[in-house]
């Protein structure tokens, strides 16, 4: 569909595909807990795992349409397009996944290790870190939309390596568990 009403409507439909898909999720996760609790530890943390997988991608790719946005003249067809790409990709799949990967994330933490463990307490230092990059590239979508972005596109390219650095921490942290 083109046009305002089109995009609109392509919007609705992004959406409540992904409101679906978090239900599902949410649905899914209650019936492993309801079938076999003595599983539930696995299956949360392997759901958590993919949470985690879509909420890096998606923040491993908003500051790279930040890097194209950047370049391209204000108002321009290319300049709608990134904007449609960028709020589509934080409304339905960065924000669910954060918030997806920080419950299942906290109840692994509880329930796996009582939230005891330097290298856990540190973790979770860079995920607070990584969930305010979260923020700062939400900020950045509302401002490229109202057609505010006051940073080239050299600063998009160094911000996005900020959620890789973070991201090799805190698999290190929990792979090796070093302290």
């Not at 998606?58 to 904007?83: C, I, N, W």
């Amino acid at each position: 569909m083109s046009g305002p009403r089109g995009e609109a409507s392509g919007g609705a439909i992004a959406m409540r595909r992904a409101a679906v898909a978090v239900v599902v999720f949410v649905v899914l996760a209650a019936a492993l807990f309801w079938l076999d609790p003595a599983d539930l530890y696995l299956w949360v943390k392997a759901l958590h795992v993919i949470a985690v997988i879509a909420w890096m991608a998606g923040m491993l790719y908003l500051p790279r349409l930040f890097v194209y946005h950047a370049d391209v003249p204000v108002g321009s067809p290319q300049s709608e397009t990134f904007k449609v790409m960028e709020r589509r990709l934080l409304r339905a799949i960065v924000n669910p996944a954060m918030i997806v990967s920080w419950v299942l994330g906290l109840w692994l933490a509880w329930s796996g290790f009582g939230l005891m463990g330097g290298w856990l307490h540190v973790k979770i230092v860079l995920v607070l870190a990584l969930s305010a990059v979260h923020g700062y590239l939400s900020r950045a979508v509302r401002l490229f939309a109202d057609d505010r972005n006051s940073h080239p596109a050299r600063h998009w390219r160094i911000v996005n390596e900020v959620p890789t650095v973070l991201m090799i921490g805190i698999v290190i942290l929990v792979v090796v568990k070093p302290f």
